[in-house]
């Protein structure tokens, strides 16, 4: 459907500096448990022994200026095998693999990702460079460099 309204220019308008369309990209939870779901479950102790169970997932949602949002592509975010839950690491891990899928999906869609504290890291910039290649690292490439300098960038 996302491809259909693409196509269609519907949120031609929209797009930042009349060429980049915003995706903004968020982990957040779909359902939490007390008990032992399912073998997908995430799973995360407290400190006073607690365990909760969840499901997450990473969402990269088309976002307009009058605050309209669309879902273009999702990725779950899973436990490493026999470890504990640590968000920042599966949430980067299940980065790399939404935009790899983005890139599959919208191969020559310009895009600026628009996302939290948790990306601005050097694996991020490294890993992701590749499979998002081209416009999408405009904007970004011009802060990172601004900020650390050519070494983060192959």
Not at 5 to 13: A, D, E, M
Not at 78 to 97: G, H, I, L, V
């Given at each position: 459907m996302v491809q259909v309204?693409?196509?269609?220019?519907?949120?031609?308008?929209s797009r930042?500096?009349?060429h980049w369309y915003r995706i903004a990209v968020d982990g957040t939870g779909v359902v939490s448990?007390?008990?032992h779901h399912c073998e997908e479950c995430l799973h995360q102790t407290s400190k006073n022994g607690i365990t909760t169970y969840s499901h997450k997932v990473l969402d990269a949602r088309l976002v307009t200026?009058?605050?309209f949002s669309i879902s273009i592509a999702s990725e779950w975010i899973?436990?490493?095998?026999?470890?504990?839950?640590?968000?920042?690491?599966?949430?980067?891990?299940?980065?790399?693999?939404l935009a790899a899928k983005l890139k599959k999906i919208y191969p020559r869609l310009p895009i600026i990702i628009l996302a939290d504290a948790l990306y601005p890291y050097e694996g991020f910039f490294l890993r992701s460079a590749k499979p998002m290649d081209g416009p999408i690292w405009l904007l970004l490439k011009t802060v990172i460099y601004q900020q650390f300098g050519k070494r983060y960038w192959p």
């Open positions: 309204l693409l196509k269609r220019k519907v949120f031609y308008k930042y500096r009349s448990f007390d008990h200026p009058n605050g899973e436990n490493p095998e026999n470890d504990e839950y640590d968000k920042q690491d599966c949430e980067r891990k299940a980065f790399t693999r």
